[in-house]
């Protein structure tokens, strides 16, 4: 076993085959002349293809490193996958050549009269996954993730069918081509059932350690930490005088053995290497004796010579120790911010673009994710998608990182876009620009290949956001082993088969069974499992949603606490839609909700990080009306808060002054000052004001007015609630006011309807609209369908609701059962609006007759006209 034997001593790899092979073959070409141009494969720069041709040139190169001293041997397959071949036409041999190339090393090994080892060489091929050939076009790539997967997996099974004992990814200058590497390493690992350690090098392009596409060397190792390495470190690049300093920084961060086979120096002007092997072995001594090399060996222009030497210059120098990286804590180290990605060793989620960011609350209390490159939780986001205006967009990235944000949210999930592409698209095009590509992704979407298209196309370690259980745990796992596989940290939301988890028992059960699947079944560090356990909508009206925040609060401390090494996370915006166009209060309530959450122990948090206010400078008295609604501290806190958001101003300045649509509500001001008002002026007033004080006695002089009490309800009452909609629609009134107007309407309707009675009106009871509603299939969100049934009750509907995740089959059964007057669904994520398209289909071939309402933040209007409409007679309609 390798592993034993680098506790015990440095491990000696053999030096370049390239040059090696060049000199063999100019020695050759003096005795033999043209011999090998005329040979059948034009070899032309391409050295693998004497695998096939001239094994004995390779074999013999193989021994004179094993004579030199070498414990490891590479094979001559660094250019062996399709993108290098194609250049010479013969992508179609790519498993013959690693074959072919494994086999001769293992012979040499085999004849070794000591241990030798066979490391399949993976090299990065020429084309990079992370940057554009193209400056025109930053959004083209040159080759794609599962070209390079493909064409790696093919190169891997050679290889291990050949017989070698490790892989090495080597000369990696982008972290997303070596992730696509190991991804194939890791589908091959599973199809064979066997398992080789893995060895990765990259190179650098700079002295500071910055790689090809400009990532730092801890953000490189960072983005692929999700596979086990049996070593990491440098090759090629300058010499190993240049490496030194890097190979440093890598000893503190790195928990796997370290490598390092440097080039024998930079080469002269005429392409030669200089550094005799007496100098570079005397370099590398230096590194060992400070304890830093594990396996050391050579990269360009070395030769057998400087391995004997490096050999010589290393004898009796101990390795350098890992215990200290598999014990984990390392509290000296921790102290020393100065270099955060130490925390990898102490287990803290470390996610990264171009730079590492340590999510650590020893580092930083709280960790801003940028919410506004969101398509729908931004109009302006939206549009610029829309009208592919990629360079705008990406501005809005970067002014979120300039206002704090280390981590961009990027969502495209809107029902007319192409989500998966949009996805692919935007994050390419960031990658060319160092400010954005610095910070790290959260890729947001409910669709499964709109994140799988985010994940294949980022060279950093994101967070995926998010998979969840409602779908039950064998689609949980399998999408987790998946976002393992490409090396994401994960959010799981708390819904489950049940639906979403509003309660504090809820939250808890749900996030107490994904942690025990994905840790247990999946090996799951606790580190890259982030816990939401949704932040929904208080203030509302409605008095089930007033603990919503308390057992958000109260979840994440019971996390903290119980899921060991699990962070959390949320969408912080989401709390205060109710009072969606009043900034100042919106603002206000995140920042007494972070203040609390965070003292909880809430890790990030999804934000607009340029709206975040400071807690001790919240106006004291706005302070503790919002301090009263978040933790739900007194029975009138929602309207309280109301009546002051009623009486100031959004700091937005783009909503109209808000006193002017919203007045207390009191008799004087119902029926005007003094002046008695109109009846109908009267009633739409209590609707408006959500004051029913005296709407029994309007009621009762409304009836002498209209003829009926049906009438009362179709021409003032209804007119009101449309003044109400048509206000909220506009930002004038906020979700906890149009409760309030509803619950007056229902009141209303109980006074009425003893009259319906006894006016034998017994029509209208009859006609009383019915409606079947459900959530999609597939959807668990409920809040703003429980909310319309509520204004559906009250105006007199009777409401058939299905609950969420209804099956269409289910839909069109009820439809048959209860005869209703419409049917409505509605969709909060993407995915559900083909589910949508599917019950068109199926009320279509029912022949149904009756309106089919779709609604819900994906349905859109042009959705609606565009795509569900053609395939329903009747009509669909958006609600
Ligand atoms: N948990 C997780 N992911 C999430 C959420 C969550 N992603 C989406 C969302 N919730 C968090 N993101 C936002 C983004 C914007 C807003 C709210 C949440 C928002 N936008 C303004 C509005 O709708 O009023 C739009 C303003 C504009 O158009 O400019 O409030 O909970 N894991």
Redesign the pocket.
Known sequence: MIENLLKERILILDGAMGTAIQNFLLEENDFRGQEFENHAFNLKGNNDVLNLTKPEIIAEIHKKYIDAGADIIETNTFNSNALSQQEYGLADLVYRLNFEGAKIAKQQAQNADKQVFVAGSIGPTSKLLSLSPDINRPEFRATDFDFLATTYAEQVSGLIDGGVDILLIETAFDALNVKAALYAVSQVFDNKQVKLPVMVSATVNDRYGHTLTGQSLEAFYNSISHFPLLSFGLNCSFGAEMLMPLIERLHKVIPCYLSIYPNAGLPNEMGHYDETPCFTASVIEKMAQRGLLNIVGGCCGTTPEHISEIKKHLQNIPPRSILHCHCGLDPQSLENKAIPAFAGMTKSLIVSGLENVVIDKKISNFVNIG??T?V?????FARLIREKNYEEAAQIAKNQIENGASII?I?FDDAMLNSAEEMEKFVRYISNDADIAKAALMI?SSDWQTIVAGLKNFQGKSIV??ISLKEGKEVFLQKAREIQRLGAAI?V?AFDEKGQAASFERKIEICRRAYDLLTQKLDFQPYNIIF?V??LTIGTGIDEHNNYAVDFIEAVRWIKNNLKGALT??????L??AF?GNNAIREAMHSVFLYHAINAGLDMG?V?PAMLQIYDDIEPNLLQKVENVVLNKTKNATEELLEYASSCHSREGGNPPQNKTFQPTGDSRLRGNDTILAVENRLANALRYGNSEFLADDLREALQKYSSAVEIIEKPLMAAMDKVGELFGEGKMFLPQVIKSAKVMKTAIEILQPEIETQKSAEFSQKRPKIVIATAKGDIHDIGKNILCIMLACNNFEVIDLGIMVENQAVIEAIKLHKPDFVGVSALITPSLSEMADLCQMLENEQFKLPFFVGGAAASAIHTAVKLSPLYSFGVFYG
């Not at 729908?376 to 302006?380: D, L, T």
């Open positions: 919410e506004r969101n729908a939780g931004s109009a302006k949210d969502n947001d956001n998010s959010i939301m939401d949704n932040v996370s949320g969408g912080i915006s989401n205060s839609f969606r999804i607009n």
